[in-house]
């Protein structure tokens, strides 16, 4: 079956960075887009960003400039490098191929100093 597996995230102070790490199985992984989600203590998941099978790619307003999302297809595996971290960063990071139920278990990220 498809499975997705998010790892990376951790405690971060404000300004630093990390890469998280999205590895599918199950799927050929070159013929889907992939999406980053986040959801925070009380609030609804929000979308992040994605990535096209094409490579093509597209950000919220509030990471655009400071995260980057890319995809190794031959790894079966989608990164989102996130740079100049804010503590409202902080939630939940989830990845999933878009537009399917098909979607990973998140991974913690906490941006405090």
């Known amino acids: 079956q498809v499975q997705l597996v998010e790892s990376g995230g951790g405690l971060v102070q404000p300004g630093g960075s990390l890469r998280l790490r999205c590895t599918a199985s199950?799927?050929?992984?070159?013929?889907?887009?992939v999406g980053w989600y986040r959801q925070a203590p009380g609030n609804q998941r929000e979308y992040v960003a994605d990535?096209?099978?094409?490579?093509?790619?597209n950000y919220a307003d509030s990471v655009r400039g400071r995260f980057t999302i890319s995809r190794d297809n031959a790894k079966n595996t989608v990164y989102l490098q996130m740079n100049s971290l804010k503590p409202e960063d902080t939630a939940v990071y989830y990845c999933g191929i878009m537009r399917t139920p098909y979607w990973g278990q998140g991974t913690q990220v906490t941006v405090s100093s």
């Open positions: 199950g799927i050929i992984f070159s013929g889907v887009a």
């Open positions: 990535i096209t099978s094409g490579g093509s790619t």
